[in-house]
């Protein structure tokens, strides 16, 4: 086998090693207090949380929870949402969104009239 061949096949590896190592945790809050999500999310900045639907049978259900803006795209910000978790049907977490950057230029004062 040629160095180049080994050369690549040593940056894929290295490449997929490094990708996993990057994975953001994920949970069932649905085994957890609503006080241990979020304590996770605030540790970890942001999480996959991962659960079964209760409409639809077997249906899991999973999104990517955050501590605050900071962990979201650049053209998102982060808004209230909920899980449920072991003591609560709706553990107060946030959720990145597309912002609106109509709604953000609109001068309040103008449509107060």
Known sequence: MSSIKRLMIVAGLLAVGVSAANAEPRYNPRKMTCEAVQDVIRAHG???????STRVKNLPLY???????YFCDTNETAVPA?????DRDRCPVK?????????DRRIPWLLDR
């Open 82 to 86: 909920s899980v449920p978790t072991a």
């Open 63 to 69: 999104n990517r929870y955050v501590r605050n803006s």
């Open 46 to 52: 942001a999480v996959t949380l991962r659960y079964n």
């Open 95 to 103: 959720v990145c969104e597309q912002r609106d950057f109509e709604r």
